[in-house]
């Protein structure tokens, strides 16, 4: 019946999910597509708004039964707890924090441009088995979308000193990737005495020749629209297996960058185009893991050495097959280096 349907398996799944909420069907029919939706790459968070979107249509009864179903079923499916949500407030904006709990040392993950913190989802658990781990959504981005304008790097690395501040936390092992590496590179010159190590992932250490560059892809959204820019983002951050399975990671990337505020994303990349953290790397004592993607285009592993060349106790690792989304596109790979990098540390 559904030979000729143009939809994918997992929005087939989703679509039938919606219809038994409509019609008021909790039990194991819901079971049986919730169970469909997961097995053809459908994510946690895609259903979860499936389901609230039909809820608000199908009234209060069905709409806790489906809620109550579906959490069960999606809880049972994962086999973890999801790291605890709140909102926090950081000098100027509110933003998402996504944090695991645990002992010892916390990591701090910092997202890539235009996503948001949900791009850890794949190894969230596996770094939570090391201990305490923490996500947020970065100014403009995520939760905060709609915060006051991003003015440079250093003005991210200081939105990351409220947040330790904010959280308690004294000392941490700080992980960033892309946009987020930048960042991190920020910090630790400004902040070293907060840190206990680093992780830069598929990031640069300066813009460099590429300063015109990377200010043109700002400039081209706002000429285009965010739909111009989409095609060569997922070009540049998964390979092309990626982009034709379109896996939830491909899915997740394109929405965020279509949803994006042209002009957050232009500021984003204006910042970007004036990183420059290469000739002060050498400032930082602590350990460094420069983690770079053999595929990767966007910051090709010659950006990574330079990284881990320019400070005393860095080290260059490289993942093969590696893109520039490591987390979402090689996560057990991915997840496998950095608890490596942790354990090494704190030996």
Request: charged share 25%.
């Amino acid at each position: 019946m559904n030979a000729n349907a143009a939809v994918g398996y997992h929005e087939w799944a989703l679509t039938s999910i919606a219809v038994l909420i409509a019609m008021g069907d909790a039990t194991d029919q819901m079971d049986m597509y919730l169970g469909a939706a997961l097995k053809h790459g459908a994510t946690e968070a895609e259903i979860q708004d499936m389901v609230n979107l039909a809820s608000a249509f199908a009234g209060p009864p069905r709409a806790i039964n489906a809620v109550r179903r579906s959490t069960d079923r999606l809880a049972a499916a994962r086999g973890y707890e999801l790291p605890k949500e709140r909102i926090i407030r950081l000098a100027d904006h509110d933003t998402l924090v996504r944090d695991t709990g645990g002992d010892g040392t916390p990591i701090i993950l910092i997202h890539a441009l235009s996503l948001d913190s949900r791009m850890w989802r794949d190894v969230f658990s596996r770094l939570a088995a090391e201990g305490r781990v923490v996500a947020y959504d970065l100014r403009g981005m995520g939760y905060a979308r709609g915060a006051p304008s991003t003015r440079s790097i250093d003005h991210l690395a200081e939105d990351l000193r409220v947040l330790l501040d904010t959280l308690a936390i004294e000392r941490a092992d700080v992980y960033g990737i892309s946009y987020g590496g930048a960042v991190a590179q920020s910090f630790a010159i400004a902040q070293p005495h907060r840190l206990r190590s680093c992780a830069f992932i598929t990031t640069a250490p300066a813009a460099g020749t590429g300063e015109a560059m990377l200010a043109a892809r700002g400039t081209r959204a706002e000429e285009g629209g965010m739909e111009s820019v989409v095609a060569e983002s997922l070009m540049r951050w998964f390979l092309p297996e990626a982009i034709a399975r379109n896996s939830w990671g491909v899915r997740f990337a394109r929405e965020c960058v279509r949803r994006a505020r042209i002009e957050e994303w232009a500021a984003a990349w204006k910042a970007m185009s004036k990183l420059d953290c290469l000739d002060r790397l050498g400032e930082l004592q602590m350990p460094v893991l420069a983690l770079a993607g053999a595929q990767d285009v966007s910051a090709p592993p010659l950006f990574l050495h330079a990284i881990a060349n320019a400070v005393k106790f860095g080290e260059y690792r490289e993942l093969n097959p590696g893109t520039h989304m490591m987390p979402m596109e090689q996560p057990d790979a991915f997840a496998t280096e950095l608890i490596a990098f942790r354990r090494r540390v704190g030996e």
